[in-house]
């Protein structure tokens, strides 16, 4: 009765988040190129399902939301983190201009791409990897399967989400609206 919990609140951000999301891959799927060859072959190694709908969207900057709440969760948990040399949103895919055709990063990307499949969505994946409810030692980490991790570069930032998990309700611990104190 006194405005949002932290509960409600994450699950908002995460719905702000997925619909973000879905909103960028997208605008990645309409205005992108497909895999290469070679790009095809390292999808398949990886465990990409339909490779072939895969889209690569060639960017000055990788987008990042323009909500301010969800801008401040972004930039308190890492996700996203500045200045992003790619960001996979399931099917589609941002490469910064200076990375357009980089082996190791869209192979990296298309590790997530796989992630995303796995788990049924932009939505799970959000739920599982990034807005993770518990902060739980048994919670995955979305690096973990990532020999040539290179974290710096992805938008998915480093920690487990149980890092995240904490950050996130501190956050929305200070995000509760003062409303009721003025009714
Ligand atoms: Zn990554």
Known sequence: MDGQTPIDQLEELTALAANWAAEQERRVL???????????????????????????LRVEAVPVPAHPMLAAAAASIHFLTSAPRGLALEYGIFVRSDHWRDRALIAHELVHTAQFQRLG?????????????????????????????????????IGSSGDRSARLFRLTGTLSTPAARFS
């Open 30 to 56: 309409c205005e992108g190129v497909p895999l290469s060859e070679r790009e095809l072959a390292d999808a398949k190694i990886i465990g990409v399902r339909y490779p072939e709908r895969v889209r690569l």
């Open 121 to 157: 969505g932009i939505l799970p994946f959000l739920q599982t990897y990034i807005f993770a409810r518990r902060n739980s030692p048994l919670s995955p980490n979305l690096h973990i399967p990532m020999r040539n991790r290179r974290l710096s570069e992805c938008a998915f930032g």
